[in-house]
């Protein structure tokens, strides 16, 4: 195939496009050498680019390329293609369930509650999934670049991967949460009006029939057989896509709670306006006789579905047209990888490094090891993404381990305050075993457990990865409760309390804390002669401290700068209870 050189040229502008963008961004941390600040963009993200950076969250080169190839896929179509709504739906229950108590917290990562309430070791393992789904995420991104970019250049794809990589990781090495966000203000300008220019010449090229003739085709057909397999991914959408640092880096960089729940709800309009093109265009490669186009291989489409948004548009529209469009997506497919390489860089740092591995770890230090994080992380990611050839098979991986070991583990933290490390751990063992048991096609594990309506020819047909989430959230409530009754009543002696979370606390956290309970770190009762509010900003010192506990770290883990919101008793962080607004929550 001869290299386009038009396509070409148009790749390197747009690409030299998001990279100065990306370095100009990281000016903005103005050289500071606090990881929180190059975390969360020191909690200062303005409304329009936070709902750009927000809606960024899940649109990118998976979500285009992976929405198109599912629409043009024989026997799936628009009803298979899921992600769309149910991560705009994912959007809009973290932003009522989760949002809110999150940022009001003032936690600078995900699993910051975790660590709280259940250690900082039990925190270092639920960075195990965290870790993974956001690896696989870019790994989708990238392998959704390679597609791209495949049907522009006549060279080995897997080097023009690792080069888009390395940029995505260069700016991202310096400038952090500013650099992501900003050039995701491009990324999506980028997407919607490179599709949009393509469409309509594409719809009146003379090999396209009209999409409304061949609905039949792209909208797919309705099987009851397989009613459990759609009701299972869709519920893996719609709650897996919650406890994701990526989702939660752009709340906790929320100025308010308010905030961070607003930018959610436009985010999740901002998904489903995003992914009109692609299932346009998913539409139209269905209708296309591609025996009539310019394609040296007519049956290229058919044979390689994931290639079918490059393939619309390089060979449906004008050439100018397709150099435009094409290099745009690439442009924005390479700038959307950057979000999760920063997200599980900040995790490592921040949980597992300064908790776990050195924790006198000062400022300079840290960011370093973040940055260095930020290079093995995607070069992790590259090689997954030149690996694993399926767009869509990857895009569902992501999703899958953080919906079954992570949302019950979150939906515990925030909601039940008895939940203890006892119940975490069992919870987290259980959902893996039922999940990896059940086989998984992509990573070519075979079922061990064969759940009813299993099919030798279809797989699991029964909503098995539901029911690991299910039964992984009752084991958290049953081991955690129940355990807390036998040690607090006597049945099982005190010294039995091996993870000290229940009766054998130490005593110098007996002495500060008489009962914390929830997210919230409630405190009970306070000494009189400390003269401190349980319900006012004292709460929120009382957390920085509990952190500090942990890790038995001789600092601040939580800065001074990091929760600006009085903590509030458990009740009131549920999403349906009346409260008023206090001052630090208006916009």
């Known amino acids: 195939m001869a290299v386009h050189w038009g396509g070409v040229v148009s790749i390197i502008f747009f690409y030299l496009v998001i990279l100065a963008v990306g370095l100009w961004a990281a000016r903005k941390s103005k050289g500071s050498k606090d990881p929180e600040e190059v975390m969360l963009a020191g909690r200062n993200i303005g409304l329009f680019v936070g709902i750009f950076t927000m809606t960024a969250t899940w649109v990118g080169g998976g979500y285009i390329n992976g929405t198109a190839e599912y629409v043009y896929t024989d026997g799936y179509g628009l009803l298979w293609t899921q992600a769309p709504w149910g991560y705009a739906i994912s959007l809009v229950l973290g932003g009522v369930l989760f949002a809110k108590p999150m940022r009001s917290q003032g936690y600078v990562t995900m699993l910051d509650p975790f660590q709280i309430k259940f250690g900082s070791r039990m925190g270092g393992l639920l960075f195990i999934p965290a870790l993974s789904g956001e690896i696989f995420w870019s790994a989708a991104i990238l392998s959704a670049l390679g597609a791209t970019i495949s049907v522009i250049l006549d060279i080995d794809v897997n080097i023009s991967v690792i080069i888009s990589a390395c940029i995505a990781v260069f700016y991202t090495f310096f400038g952090g949460l500013y650099s992501v966000a900003y050039t995701d203000v491009i990324q999506l300008i980028c997407i919607f009006i490179g599709l949009w220019v393509c469409i309509p010449f594409a719809l009146v090229n003379e090999a396209v029939e009209p999409i409304e003739t061949t609905s039949t085709e792209w909208i797919g057909t309705w099987d009851n057989t397989f009613a459990g397999q759609w009701m299972d991914y869709a519920l893996l959408l719609m709650f897996g896509g919650i406890p994701w640092q990526v989702y939660f880096q752009r709340v906790l960089s929320a100025k308010t709670a308010q905030r961070a729940q607003l930018l959610s709800y436009v985010a999740a309009v901002g998904c489903i306006v995003m992914a009109v093109p692609p299932i346009l265009i998913g539409a139209i490669g ?71 591995i050195r924790q006198s770890a000062g400022e300079t230090e840290l960011l370093w090891v973040m940055r260095i994080s930020i290079f093995f992380v995607g070069a992790l990611a590259t090689a997954l993404g030149l690996v694993i050839k399926s767009v869509y098979a990857l895009w569902f991986l992501c999703s899958d381990f953080v919906f079954v070991m992570l949302f019950p583990q979150l939906f515990c933290v925030v909601y039940f305050s008895g939940c203890n490390t006892y119940g975490s751990l069992s919870g987290y063992i259980i959902g893996f075993l039922l999940r990896i048991l059940g086989g998984e096609a992509v990573l070519k594990i075979p079922p061990i457990i064969k759940y009813p309506m299993y099919s030798e020819e ?33 049945y099982i002696p005190r010294q039995f309390d091996i993870f ?79 409260e008023a607004t206090t001052p630090d929550e208006k916009y």
């Open 500 to 578: 000290q979370c229940i009766v054998n606390i130490p005593e110098i956290q007996r002495e500060k804390y008489e009962d914390v309970e929830g997210e919230n770190m409630r405190l009970k009762s306070l000494r009189e002669e400390q003269g401190l509010d349980p319900t006012g900003m004292a709460a929120a010192g009382l957390q920085r401290e509990k952190l500090l506990d942990i890790g038995d770290i001789g600092r601040t883990i939580i800065p001074e700068s990091a929760s600006k919101e009085p903590l509030r008793e458990s009740s009131s962080s549920s999403p349906s209870s009346p």
């Open 286 to 356: 269905t209708s296309a006789n591609w025996t009539q186009t310019n394609i040296k291989n007519a049956t290229e489409p058919e044979n390689n579905p994931a290639l079918i948004l490059p393939l619309v548009i390089m060979y449906l529209t004008p050439p100018v047209i397709s150099f435009i469009g094409l290099g745009a997506v690439s442009a924005a497919v390479m700038s959307s990888a950057d979000s999760s390489i920063l997200s599980a860089s900040s995790m490592f740092t921040r949980n597992v490094y300064q908790l776990l």
């Open 458 to 490: 279809h797989g699991q047909l029964f909503p098995f990865r539901t029911f690991a989430m299910c039964i992984a959230f009752m084991t958290i409530l049953i081991v955690s409760y129940s355990l807390r009754y036998a040690f607090t009543n006597g």
